[in-house]
């Protein structure tokens, strides 16, 4: 039988191994040697989903680790099993289970690993006459779940100044400095940990993982953390670790008295006395030599700019737009400060209602943007949660004399920016839930009048609008950003001058065009001058649904910069997809650093990569090299932007071209830099508008042309967020308010220049605004 299951009785193996099989270390394999009599024993640290090959044959790849020498820089196997076998193996093989394989073939990969891997791989299949043996030993647990190894091996911990580059390790630390779990680009969650220990040497690991359980639970600073299996890489001179096969983590509370309890997900893990030993010296001395003060704070401490860590309960929720949610939280304490109140229908907010009114002057509006919304939308209602690093911003109302706080949590993951959810078993939680069950929320009802209970002013009202109106009536809602020298020109003065010169004036915008303000964003080369207009969805979809008819190349696949993966959809209409990744240093990267080209994807698709890759190129194949589409679809989108390329001034480039950026130390992706590679004249979004300016002596046309600086909203972002059009609208109507009477209107203080336009029958004389940006406090 190729495939057996061996059990473990007192240490022995029920059925021994043939007596001419002799073990071999994996150092000493190479292709083309003579391994008849031999076998590889290790623990299975990875395997991967069962797939078919082209031809049907069963295909299934795991990742064998020798726990002999988890020093060593090569310490694990690739093995390939193909056919029955790999069907087999599928069905019985489980992470952490002991692995014997005898009659493999050895094949040598074409270029050298980086990841702790051997150079060369296993193949097997009962065809070639190998033989598997999986050692389980007998359980009282169901037989379908995973086996454990027999015998739980001794490992070794190396200190942070003895880390080799290219070395998979373990290692204890005590955390210096730690970002949450958050969600990557990709699909994987990252973490990033910086450790320290008695050597005075610091260690920054970037951690990532499909699973969020998988890892490290960490609390605050000062929590001390155990690491199996870290991957050792030098940059910049510094030792970094990143998660490889088989790594796993158990976190302690770092308090010197504290219990010595693991936080982990696992079921199964090692832990031994000396290793409490271990924790225990490494709290004393990270006592006297790690700040672990912080930055919690309550928010009856809470004070204008600062950027704290909150310890809270979650009590309601609500989503604000795409890129932001509210979080209403209380920690039992009172905010010395007024606090914004989010506007938001009653309908969208979660909650108990009854609660949310009874802590209406406890609780607080915490807005999370960006990668963070994710996280906080799968929150539920009374869970407990760490808010690390949220601005306090004080701000006040056109219509207030007092001022209000403001709670932001940014994003990004700067400053350890995130939300950690906590369990009940934590001892933070656990005295902050005895505290707020002495809060007497009652008497919380009656700390402000009955006015502030009105729930209408949280959305306000016509006289806020109209008070502003008043302010802006008296003050300029546009900044000049340069040639302050220049004087007030009349407009009189202005339409009766040659051109072209340049003017500053104070004028009211009477009318503008378009009134639809998305019809405003177009495309334009700077290289030969042009506009044009943005492509709708339509025009993108039928050019890829015109592209997929043309099969991939399968001679373009895999080569020295990519790797490639394709399907066939089970649609009617059957396609074939393909998706090459592009490697850097001759390996895949993350998917949030990983630029993408596909063959065959439809609009919804390609919509769902951009979400999770850095950038996404659509090509087709030829003979000889991939190849941009028709450049009236974008040539490339990253994130929600579709970038675009000139027709007339482009020239494309094969996609090979992109391999130099490939090869850059720190690829960076830009549209600027792809677009140079691909031989693209870029087009860039701007804003195309006509303002009717009006003073006590004239009239005139001035047209806008900018990319983000007036409305301080990058032209390229408008269509696709709709936040950002909203707060546009929201300008327009202050600039130019509709329904006013000219008197009524606000001043805009600016510059325009004048130039002349010709043409074959007339000299025309034109205005364009310039160095002029709507103020901050507009809206």
């Known amino acids: 039988m190729p495939v057996q299951l061996l059990k473990i009785i007192e240490g022995q193996s ?258 031994v006395d000396e290793e409490q030993k271990r924790i225990e010296e490494l709290r004393i001395w990270a006592a006297s030599n790690i ?50 109140k989010v506007p938001v229908e009653a309908k969208d907010l979660e909650g108990e209602k009854v609660l949310l009114h009874q802590l209406r002057n406890l609780a607080v509006d915490i807005l999370v943007y960006d990668n963070h919304v994710q996280l906080a939308e799968s929150l539920k209602i009374g869970s407990f949660v760490r808010i690390y690093s949220i601005h306090a911003k004080q701000a006040s109302a056109d219509n207030e004399d007092v001022s209000h706080m403001e709670f932001h949590l940014h994003g990004g993951t700067c400053y350890g920016r995130g939300i950690g959810l906590l369990p009940e078993s934590n001892p933070d939680v656990k005295e902050l839930k005895e505290f707020l069950e002495s809060v007497n929320v009652t008497d919380s009802q009656n700390m402000e009048s009955m006015c502030s209970m009105d729930i209408d002013s949280t959305f306000g009202n016509v006289t806020d609008f109209e008070l502003h109106l008043q302010r802006c009536q008296q003050l300029s809602v546009t900044v000049l950003t340069d040639h302050q020298n220049l004087s007030t020109t009349e407009l009189k003065t202005i339409t009766n001058s040659t051109a072209p010169q340049q003017y500053r004036i104070r004028a009211k915008l009477r009318t503008y065009k378009p009134q639809k303000l998305h019809q405003s964003v177009k495309l334009h080369c700077s290289k030969c001058n042009s506009l044009q207009e943005v492509p709708d969805r339509d025009d993108f979809d039928f050019i890829l649904h015109g592209s997929a008819s043309t099969a991939p190349n399968p001679e373009l696949h895999n080569t020295s910069w ?55 190129i659509p ?74 300016l009006v003073d006590e002596t004239a009239s005139l046309n001035a047209y806008l042309f900018d990319y983000e600086k007036f409305f301080q909203i990058p032209a390229s972002e408008i269509l696709t967020n709709n936040f950002l059009q909203q707060k546009m609208q929201m300008t327009m109507n202050t600039l130019c308010p509709p329904g006013r009477k000219l008197g009524e209107l606000p001043w805009l203080e600016c510059f325009i220049k004048s130039y002349n336009v010709r043409d074959a029958m007339k000299n025309q004389v034109c205005y364009q605004i310039f160095d002029t940006t709507v103020a901050e406090d507009v809206v």
């Open 291 to 340: 700040s672990i003060s912080g930055t919690a704070t309550k928010l009856s401490g809470v004070q204008p700019m600062l950027f704290f860590d909150l310890t809270c309960q979650l009590v309601g929720k609500a989503k604000v737009d795409g890129s932001s949610f509210l979080l209403k939280v209380w920690d039992g304490t009172k905010c010395p400060y007024p606090t914004w």
């Open 619 to 692: 090509v087709r194949s030829t003979e000889d090299d991939l190849e941009l589409l028709d450049l009236s679809a974008p040539f490339l989108l990253k994130g929600n932007v579709k970038y675009y390329g000139c027709k007339q001034c482009s020239a494309p480039k094969p996609m090979k071209n992109l391999s130099s950026i490939a090869a850059e130390q720190q690829p960076s992706w830009e549209p600027t830099e792809i677009a140079q590679a691909l031989g693209i004249e870029l087009l860039q979004y701007v804003f195309i508008m006509k303002f009717t």
């Open 14 to 271: 029920e059925i021994p191994l043939p007596s001419h099989l002799q073990k071999e270390n994996l150092k000493h394999l190479q292709e083309g040697c003579d391994h008849t009599n031999k076998y590889i024993q290790g623990v299975v640290t990875l395997s991967y989903p069962l797939t078919k090959l082209g031809d049907g044959t069963d295909f299934f790849k795991i990742v064998v680790q020798d726990s002999d020498n988890l020093c060593s820089q090569i310490n694990s196997i690739n093995v390939f099993i193909y056919g029955k076998m790999a069907e087999d193996c599928a069905k019985i093989i489980h992470h952490g289970e002991t692995f014997i394989v005898a009659g493999f073939k050895v094949i040598k990969l074409p270029a050298a690993r980086e990841d702790g891997r051997h150079d060369c791989h296993l193949e097997v299949s009962e065809e070639a006459g190998s033989a598997i043996y999986i050692y389980t030993k007998p359980r009282t647990t169901a037989a379908s779940e995973t086996a454990s190894v027999s015998v739980a091996p001794q490992y070794v911990y190396t200190p942070l100044n003895h880390l080799k580059d290219g070395t998979v390790v373990n290692v204890y630390g005590v955390v210096k400095f730690f970002k949450p779990p958050y969600i990557s680009k990709g699909t994987d969650y990252c973490s990033i940990v910086t450790l320290v220990d008695p050597s005075n040497v610091k260690l920054t690991c970037s951690l990532f993982s499909g699973n969020l359980d998988s890892l490290p639970k960490i609390y605050k600073v000062g929590d001390i953390v155990r690491f199996h299996r870290i991957k050792i890489r030098e940059y910049n001179g510094q030792m970094q670790g990143i998660t490889s096969g088989g790594f796993a983590s158990l976190t302690f509370d770092g308090t010197i008295g504290a219990p010595v309890v693991p936080r982990t997900s696992s079921r199964v893990y090692t832990f």
């Open 562 to 616: 990519y790797e490639s993966v394709t399907w066939t959809t089970q649609e009617q209409k059957q396609r074939e997809i393909a998706i090459h990744f592009v490697k850097h240093d001759e390996m895949l990267q993350h998917p949030e650093d990983t630029l993408i080209m596909i063959e065959g994807g439809t609009l919804k698709e390609i919509g769902k990569l951009t979400k999770r890759f850095k950038c996404v």
